[in-house]
Nanobody, 121 residues
Framework: QVQVVESGGGLVQPGGSLRLSCVAS????????MGWYRQAPGTQRELVAT???????DYADFVKGRFTISRDNAKNTVYLQMNSLIPEDTAVYYC???????????????WGQGTQVTVSS
């Protein structure tokens, strides 16, 4: 199994910045793609950004130019740098890790518990 833990959420004023981090840990696995999703109250979870093990990142239109996803493969860590935050960015942000499990030879998606981001003055 793979454990996924997010950190870095909090309260920020409009126009401010936050950096989220997510670490995947476990044994006998390798990571394919990692990504960030968010869910605001009363809405469905939506994709924010994803980044494969190799290749270009992909972003939702509503964060392009404001958010940047990056990863450190050696640390099994993915980051989300969020700039120019607006109140509409308020949500619980979840990290997703698509991992290949050596024990089964299958790929599965693992999720963190989420971290709250609140943008308010």
């Amino acid at each position: 199994q793979v454990q996924v833990v997010e950190s870095g959420g909090g309260l920020v004023q409009p126009g401010g910045s936050l950096r989220l981090s997510c670490v995947a840990s476990g044994s006998r696995f390798s990571i394919n793609a990692m990504g960030w999703y968010r869910q605001a109250p009363g809405t469905q979870r939506e994709l924010v950004a994803t980044i494969p093990s190799g290749g270009s990142a992909d972003y939702a239109d509503f964060v392009k130019g404001r958010f940047t996803i990056s990863r450190d493969n050696a640390k099994n860590t993915v980051y989300l740098q969020m700039n120019s935050l607006i109140p509409e960015d308020t949500a619980v942000y979840y990290c997703s890790c698509n991992a290949l499990l050596y024990s089964t030879g299958t790929s599965e998606a693992f999720w963190g518990q989420g971290t709250q981001v609140t943008v308010s003055s």
